[in-house]
C-alpha cells in the first residue's frame, strides 16, 4: 500500500511538473516567436489569399495564436485545415478555435496525408514549420500532390547565415535550423516550383524583423 501511495504521489508530482514545462515552452515560443514575427507572416499571408483559394492547409499551426490574431482578415468563406504534431501546442490552439468552425485543428504527421484521403487544397501554407521538417524535398512533393490545380503553396520563414536560430533553440526549445536564401531558392527550383512573389516582413516597431531576415515566399508549378 505505501508502494502504491508514494508511486502514485511521484506520477501526480511528475504531471504537474510536466504541464508546468509545457506551459512554459509554449508562453516563452509565443513571446519570442509567434507575436513579433510569425503575427506579422500571418497578417501579409491573409493580404495574399484571394477569394478563389477556398480550402486552405496550415502545415505547423503550432499554438494557433498568429492565425487566430488574423482569422477575420481571412476571406470569409475559406475552409482552414491546421495539423500540427506537437500535441502541446495544439492544445492551446484548439481551445482558440473552439468558437471558429472554419478552421479544423488536427493532431496531424504532415507526411502521412494523401490527397485521396484528405482531398485536395487550393493554398498549402508553411509558417516557421518548413525549415524544421526532416526530408524537406520528400515534404515538397506532397505537398505538389495535396494541391488543386493553379494552387499555391506559401512559404514563410526567417532565413540566416548566422547562428541566431541556436540562440532561439535554448529559449523556445524549437530548432528553427535557419537557412540561407540562395539553399532554400535552390530547393524550390530543385523541386520545381516557381517563385511568384517575394518579401521580405519588416516594421519599424516591430525590433526582430529589423534584426532577422523574415520572409513570405508565394510559389506554383
Given at each position: 500500500?505505501?508502494?502504491?501511495?508514494?508511486?502514485?504521489?511521484?506520477?501526480?508530482?511528475?504531471?504537474?511538473?510536466?504541464?508546468?514545462?509545457?506551459?512554459?515552452?509554449?508562453?516563452?515560443?509565443?513571446?519570442?516567436?509567434?507575436?513579433?514575427?510569425?503575427?506579422?507572416?500571418?497578417?501579409?499571408?491573409?493580404?495574399?489569399?484571394t477569394?478563389?483559394q477556398?480550402?486552405?492547409?496550415?502545415?505547423?499551426?503550432?499554438?494557433?495564436?498568429?492565425?487566430?490574431?488574423?482569422?477575420?482578415?481571412?476571406p470569409?468563406?475559406?475552409?482552414?485545415?491546421?495539423?500540427?504534431?506537437d500535441?502541446?501546442?495544439?492544445?492551446?490552439?484548439?481551445?482558440?478555435?473552439?468558437?471558429?468552425?472554419?478552421?479544423?485543428?488536427?493532431?496531424?504527421?504532415?507526411?502521412?496525408?494523401?490527397?485521396?484521403?484528405?482531398?485536395?487544397?487550393?493554398?498549402?501554407?508553411?509558417?516557421?514549420?518548413?525549415?524544421?521538417?526532416?526530408?524537406?524535398?520528400?515534404?515538397?512533393?506532397?505537398?505538389?500532390s495535396?494541391?488543386n490545380?493553379?494552387?499555391?503553396?506559401?512559404?514563410?520563414l526567417?532565413?540566416?547565415?548566422?547562428?541566431?536560430?541556436?540562440?532561439?533553440?535554448?529559449?523556445?526549445?524549437?530548432?528553427?535550423?535557419?537557412?540561407?536564401?540562395?539553399?532554400?531558392?535552390?530547393?524550390?527550383?530543385?523541386?520545381?516550383?516557381h517563385?511568384?512573389?517575394?518579401?521580405?516582413?519588416?516594421?519599424?516597431?516591430?525590433?526582430?524583423?529589423?534584426?532577422?531576415?523574415?520572409?513570405?515566399?508565394?510559389?506554383?508549378?
Amino acid at each position: 500500500m505505501i508502494y502504491s501511495f508514494a508511486r502514485q504521489s511521484f506520477q501526480a508530482i511528475f504531471q504537474t511538473v510536466k504541464e508546468v514545462l509545457d506551459f512554459s515552452n509554449t508562453t516563452l515560443y509565443d513571446t519570442f516567436i509567434s507575436h513579433p514575427i510569425t503575427s506579422l507572416t500571418y497578417e501579409k499571408l491573409s493580404e495574399r489569399i484571394t477569394g478563389k483559394q477556398k480550402r486552405i492547409l496550415d502545415v505547423g499551426v503550432g499554438t494557433g495564436v498568429p492565425l487566430h490574431k488574423t482569422i477575420n482578415q481571412f476571406p470569409p468563406d475559406c475552409e482552414i485545415t491546421a495539423i500540427d504534431i506537437d500535441h502541446t501546442y495544439l492544445s492551446k490552439a484548439v481551445q482558440l478555435f473552439k468558437d471558429k468552425p472554419q478552421v479544423k485543428i488536427l493532431e496531424l504527421d504532415f507526411y502521412q496525408m494523401k490527397p485521396e484521403i484528405h482531398g485536395k487544397f487550393d493554398a498549402i501554407v508553411f509558417s516557421s514549420s518548413f525549415p524544421i521538417l526532416h526530408q524537406q524535398q520528400e515534404a515538397l512533393q506532397i505537398a505538389k500532390s495535396l494541391l488543386n490545380p493553379e494552387g499555391i503553396i506559401y512559404f514563410m520563414l526567417t532565413l540566416s547565415d548566422s547562428h541566431f536560430g541556436e540562440s532561439l533553440k535554448y529559449i523556445t526549445s524549437i530548432d528553427l535550423h535557419l537557412e540561407s536564401e540562395k539553399a532554400f531558392e535552390e530547393l524550390l527550383k530543385q523541386s520545381s516550383l516557381h517563385i511568384i512573389h517575394k518579401q521580405r516582413l519588416q516594421k519599424v516597431a516591430n525590433i526582430p524583423t529589423l534584426l532577422l531576415k523574415v520572409y513570405i515566399y508565394e510559389t506554383k508549378l
